[in-house]
């Protein structure tokens, strides 16, 4: 430690004098010290080697960065393109506050709960349509928590209420993402449908479990190449997209510079105009007679479903079904265009069980109705019962390899298009088989489901069939909005009339004025018009004006 003490009094300069007494040096001491003043040289002489490395690191660095800088500018990417290449994920405050968005294609992610309470449903409607209520008891049954949902979601989209109809506005410039709630933790899905009622593009499921929502999803897009175009209400107006694309196509007779500047001023005054937006009170501003603004179309209010004078009845005559596996038996189909799909997760698809000597099973046979929007029902019988039901389920066979039943179901819907019908096969208390399909998609006489087994795959030789036949029902069950709605389409209607009148009748003054008729003999529903007085011509002395 003494001789360290020179060496550190060296690091505290020139002007640092110790006020210890120094011992006389030894010759060893000597010799230690000025090795150790050579090591700190060495130290010092490699420390500033490296500060110069260093450096010239540095420079090398900077220059090759603004070499970079010099080359990239030449070919960076346009900001119009970019706009249109980027999707941007915006706050959802932005989305229910109607703000404008600052890219073509706005894009924002919405819990469940949050959805439905913007679609105005109250605390106990947003937990019966999560399935998060507790079992209820109605006329003496028991609902479980998917009837229970089902039927809320049923009463969702035969009356939805205006919130509905501004979230279709948001949804028709905005793309949302609903995902689920986060008390969700066995993995449940949350229900699609009343996220495709407010116009929500993208849905999260978890495909890990096959039930109800991961079955209404494929059975939405069978076919359809992966997307389907919402109904005409939901979307904006289409003299919009008429004019964006004349602009648009404009734009490819200027040059490269013009183009540029041009099509982001469009985007730009796409994305602010107040046109598209419409403003937060679009669906209630109200014109001076008290008729509700912020319609699509004319003589149609502004959201889907419109009210509807006549029902689509869609009627199952349920014959047979043939060939259902008895209980033990499992008979997976592998073949197909996704054959190859069962090759790597086999466990997702089943393996084949044979027969043993069990008996055959009894099954009965469930059929439920789930509706996008709109009102549908589902019974046995016509007219429709007061009660309405979305579900219902035929006694048991007592053979399941070729089970008869003769009875008739029948669907009856207000959109078609935007109703699932579901039939299930139960034995012994438990679900068997299932299939889903759209009720609009369907064609009438013979034809036959395939039913699919509990983790969804279909099941080999194993059919339902049944007759389907179509027909029109009066719809007996408007609700108070739709009557509404119906009332101020009239009144729409008249107004159009009376306009009509008086142009007819400022037509009439001035050919009456022009040929100096003094009398005209007027008949309701069709004007007869007789020149009375006054030179006349021949042709002008007998007119008809139909209203």
């Not at 003589?299 to 043939?322: A, C, E, K, N, V």
Request: aromatic fraction near 6%.
């Amino acid at each position: 430690m003494i001789l360290l003490r020179p060496i550190a009094s060296m690091k505290l300069g020139p002007t640092h004098t110790s006020t210890m007494t120094r011992p006389d040096p030894s010759p060893a001491t000597e010799e230690v010290t000025q090795e150790h003043t050579f090591v700190l040289r060495e130290i010092r002489g490699r420390a500033s080697v490296a500060d110069r490395e260093s450096t010239a690191v540095d420079d090398l660095a900077r220059a090759r960065n603004k070499l970079y800088r010099e080359k990239s500018s030449k070919n960076t990417t346009d900001d119009f393109y970019a706009s249109q290449l980027c999707v941007r994920s915006l706050p959802v405050a932005a989305f229910l506050k109607d703000a404008p968005p600052k890219w073509p294609l706005p894009i924002t992610s919405i819990n469940e709960d949050r959805l439905l309470r913007e679609l105005g449903l109250t605390h106990t409607q947003r937990n019966d349509i999560e399935g998060l209520s507790s079992v209820s008891v109605r006329g003496g049954r028991g609902l479980t928590e998917a009837q229970l949902s089902s039927r809320a979601i049923a009463r969702l989209a035969a009356d939805p209420p205006s919130q509905v109809g501004r979230m279709q506005q948001r949804t028709a410039r905005w793309l949302v993402r609903p995902f689920p709630l986060g008390l969700r933790f066995s993995g449940k899905n949350m229900s699609p449908l009343p996220c495709w009622l407010g116009g929500a593009q993208h849905v999260c499921l978890n495909f890990s479990d096959v039930d109800l929502a991961v079955l209404l999803h494929f059975a939405l897009f069978s076919g359809s190449g992966g997307f389907v175009l919402k109904p005409s209400e939901m979307k904006p107006a289409t003299r919009e997209y008429q004019t964006s694309f004349t602009e648009i196509s404009s734009m490819e007779t200027r040059s490269p510079a013009e183009h540029r500047s041009s099509a982001w001023d469009f985007v730009r005054k796409k994305a602010l105009s107040s046109d598209r937006l419409s403003g937060p009170s679009a669906l209630s501003q109200s014109s001076e007679d008290g008729t509700e603004a912020g319609t699509l179309e004319s003589g149609r209010m502004g959201y889907w479903p419109p009210p509807q004078d006549w029902l689509q009845r869609t009627t199952f005559d349920i014959l047979s079904i043939h060939n259902l596996p008895k209980r033990g038996e499992q008979r997976p189909k592998f073949n197909g265009k996704r054959v190859a799909c069962h090759q790597y997760h086999a466990e997702l698809s089943g393996k084949a069980v044979p027969p043993d000597n069990r008996d055959p099973s009894a099954p009965a046979l469930s059929f439920s109705v789930h509706p996008i929007g709109g009102f549908c029902a589902i019974s046995n019988k016509l007219p429709l019962p007061p009660n309405i039901e979305t579900d219902m389920m035929l006694p048991p066979s007592d053979n399941g390899l070729i089970a008869s039943f003769g009875d008739k179901i029948h669907c009856v819907c207000a959109e078609p298009q935007a109703v699932f019908f579901r039939v299930s096969v139960v034995d012994g208390g438990q679900e068997v088989a299932y299939e889903t399909a759209i009720l609009g998609r369907l064609r009438g006489g013979f034809r036959v489901f395939q039913l699919r087994g509990v983790l969804g795959t279909r099941i080999e030789l194993c059919f339902l069939l049944v007759r389907v036949s179509f027909g029109t029902l009066f719809n007996n069950w408007a609700t108070a909005r739709q009557q509404a709605e119906q009332y101020q389409q009239q009144k729409s209607r008249v107004r159009e009339q009376r306009k009509r009148i008086e142009q007819l009748e400022a037509v009439l003054n001035r050919i009456s004025c022009s040929h100096s008729c003094d009398e005209f003999t007027l008949t309701r529903g069709q004007r007869s018009l007789t020149a009375a007085q006054g030179a006349v011509p021949s042709e002008c002395r007998k007119m008809s004006v139909m209203i």
